[in-house]
């Protein structure tokens, strides 16, 4: 597997992600293979390109990705700039084959209070949103802007094809199978033909999951649903445009971006006839003031996630998310966890207090 730190605070979050994984990796006596490349604004500054040709074919023979940062600061937000670190980002999917972005969230219940909603209506969620992002708006042509003697105009076209959409309904499906078999399927089929279609292939995949209930909601009340009543939603699954805007909608229920994993999957490639996956977590664009002091939580989170889901190792990935929630509930925390509480620790003091929380976990899982 690869290790892509980034920017600043990628470096502090994947290295605690690396110690984990090699800690579970002894534990339960795998060999894993750990090499680093350089990606996104530190590879612009070290050659002027964000994802070198040297970290691409890293990318290329690993089994899955672990990111850090592509990004952070004021010098990226710029959106003159030629050359930029999400195009690492971007390539990276497409080169990879990737279409399917998965956001979990989870608020765990000693951090209930850092949500902006209420405690009676956040606690307990637990849900997943699948995102495709191979195609939609963001891909469709033609795309320009242009002037007229009544003024300036702007057009963006979207596009969906059927096997675009089959695919990463039916990856929400089979996830949704394994959960608690609810997915939300999320549209505009009142307006929009794309829409349209992506309903009728949803409808036409459910006669093969009859155990997976489907419901269709419009994105609209997706997004209230989620500020008002989160609990409801097990899996959602939506297109590009949607999808980015609900994630960040479900990812504010936590009051902490440090805490979010994510991972974007793409066809069975590797030797295990697992999906290509880079992972790595939701943590904006602006870096924490001391990177040392960055929450390495989400990005081993999304290490959990690269076990379960490229590597096909179930038990491991529960062991490292039972770790997490151990070291929430024993009190530890770093700035963004306890905003304005004291004491708070460094990312290597958190990777620390997880790593401890290890075999404690290990433990209690019986396939351990």
Partial sequence: MAVLPGDAGGSEVTTQAARVLEAVGERFGHELQIETGLYGGLAINACGDPLPPQTLALARRSDALLLGGGASGRRWEDPRLSVHPAQALLKLRQELGLY??????????????????????????????????????????????????????????????????ERVLRLAFEIASTRRRHLTSVDKANVLA?????????NELAREYPEVELEHVLVDNCAVHLLTEPRRFDVIVAE??????????AGALTGSLGMLPGGTLGPPRNARGRPAGLYEPTRGTTPPPR??????????LSAAMLLRHSLGVEAEARVIEDAVAGAVRSGRRTADMSPGRAPVMSAAAMG??????LEVAAMKNPSA
């Fill in 240 to 249: 590009n445009l949607f999808g980015y805007i609900l994630q960040d909608v």
């Fill in 100 to 165: 399917a972005n998965l956001r979990p969230v989870r608020l765990y219940p000693e951090l209930v209070h850092m949500s902006t909603l209420k405690p009676d209506v956040v606690q307990g969620v637990d849900l997943l949103l699948v995102r495709e992002v191979a195609s939609g708006i963001y891909f469709g042509r033609p795309r320009r802007q242009w002037q007229t003697t009544r003024g300036r105009n702007a057009l963006d076209t979207t596009v969906y094809r059927e096997r675009e959409i």
């Fill in 352 to 357: 620390d207090a997880i790593l401890e929380q």
């Fill in 291 to 300: 990177p040392e002091m960055a929450n390495p939580v989400g990005a081993i």
């Fill in 194 to 202: 794309t829409s349209k279609l992506w309903r009728e292939i949803a």
